[in-house]
């Protein structure tokens, strides 16, 4: 066993005040044994060699939505116009993309994340490109393999091709999830998407879902017009055959069953209240990602409204297409300038264990807690320490942060729920 001493510790829970001049002691797998005052952990361990550290210590940090194969596209999509034309120069310019530099763009994403201190991911994936890299990796994951096809007959066919894609792997890694994931409820047919989220309701999976992402998705299913039904019919595709439904896209996606514990709601930056309210109810999880947002719409989820109504949010960087890096506290930063109000433990716990949390993760990562592997992320101060911990963090973007615990998760007995 070993120890680590540190001026603070946070645990991540968003409740528990930071711990100063606190210790954890972890064992050979890194799962924690001891969190406590240091006096007293190095007099109960005494057998125990501790580290000292001028930092401020937190759980390892969780990327809750994000889409690796995306990479290659940093800083070739501008935004700023609304997602229509965001959404149009994405397509344009992934279809010419090369393949190396998409591996190369993918791999050097990845080598950002672990450098931000990520020990969780959730990897939004048209292609199964990513597993293999990811599976090797000291990071716990969940893969969503997006199906599209707004057509009952192409989204079949998409939905076949994923499957057949996720059959030929003959084993997959230890330490990664995987289930279907629909991309929109307006970009899959409805009873494509139905399937999907009945599958992972009876298997017991998490799938995810883009859900009230921005207005062009409101004006769309509440009459099939707006910019996005335009842009439709600008790229030749075949009429539909389904009906917009009338309302907007939350109470829609009820409508599918696509509301619950099982479903993973991601951006809801056109959300109203009300319809906050209902995912509320439902007890869908929730990750935002507040600075695609505002490089493609220029817009904020509305934060106090969905902790008004008691959802504990994840945070994600959706793609390097419309984020300038993986790194999930620099939404929490962009968040805590925009909303002073909010609780620096509460910005703190959505890169945490409010991710954790909605991936599934929980009995793992998360929480500086004894029984778990979250991984400890150490911020130096030098010799002035800190007052208030929490604000330390969010306010020193240059602040030196490294992993100073990084559990191996292929080689941890994991609960059978993090499984593929």
């Given amino acids: 066993m070993r120890g680590l001493a540190a001026s603070w510790v946070i645990t991540g829970d968003g409740e528990t005040p930071p711990l100063r001049d606190g210790a954890v002691v972890l064992d050979e797998s890194e799962r924690i044994v001891a969190v406590g005052p240091a006096a007293a952990l190095r007099r109960d361990f005494a057998a125990v060699s501790f580290r000292d550290l001028s930092a401020v210590l937190m759980p390892g940090l969780v990327n809750a939505h994000t889409h690796l194969e995306l990479s290659a596209l940093r800083g070739q999509v501008p935004g700023g116009q609304g997602f229509v034309p965001w959404v149009d120069r994405l397509v344009s310019v992934r279809a010419q993309a090369r393949p190396q530099a998409d591996a190369e763009a ?29 599976g090797a990796l000291p990071l716990l ?62 298997s017991g999976a998490r799938t995810s879902l883009h859900l009230a992402e921005h207005a062009a998705e409101r004006a769309f299913l509440h009459d099939g017009g707006g910019p996005f039904a335009e842009w439709v019919v600008k790229r030749q595709a075949s009429a539909l055959d389904w009906r917009a439904p009338g309302c907007d896209s939350v109470r829609y996606a009820d409508q ?9 709601a991601v951006h809801l ?30 817009k904020l989820p509305p934060l106090l409204d969905i902790l008004r109504v008691g959802i504990k949010p994840a945070l ?32 703190l716990a959505m890169t945490t264990s409010f991710g954790a949390d ?63």
């Fill in 256 to 264: 599918l069953s696509a509301l619950g514990s099982h479903v993973i």
């Fill in 141 to 202: 994951g969940c893969v969503f393999h997006e199906v599209f096809g707004m057509r009952k007959d192409t989204a079949e066919v998409m939905l076949g091709m994923a499957q057949k894609e996720r059959a030929s792997r003959e084993t997959w890694p230890s330490n990664l999830r995987y289930s279907l994931a629909p991309h929109t409820p307006y970009t899959l047919h409805p009873d494509v998407l139905r399937g999907i989220v009945a599958q992972a309701r009876q």
């Fill in 316 to 347: 994600g960087t959706d793609s390097l297409a419309s984020n300038s890096s993986l790194d999930p506290l620099a939404e929490a930063r962009a968040l805590h300038k925009r909303f002073p109000t909010v609780a620096p433990s509460l910005l």
């Fill in 358 to 420: 909605v991936l599934g993760f929980s009995q793992v990562v998360g929480r500086i807690q004894v029984g778990l592997c979250p991984g400890i992320l150490a911020f130096e101060h030098g010799a002035s320490v800190p007052a208030d911990p929490e604000r330390f963090i969010l306010d020193n973007e240059r602040a030196s942060r490294n992993l100073v615990s990084q559990p191996a998760f292929q080689r941890i007995s994991l609960p059978s729920e993090v499984h593929a």
């Fill in 106 to 134: 993918i791999e050097a994403a990845i080598s950002e994340l672990l450098a931000a201190g990520v020990v969780a991911v959730g990897d939004v994936c048209n292609r199964l490109e990513v597993v293999d890299t990811l």
């Fill in 269 to 298: 930056c056109d959300a109203r209240a009300d319809e906050l309210s209902l995912v509320a109810e439902r007890g869908a999880k929730v990750v935002l990602c507040p600075r695609s947002n505002l490089h493609i719409e220029v």
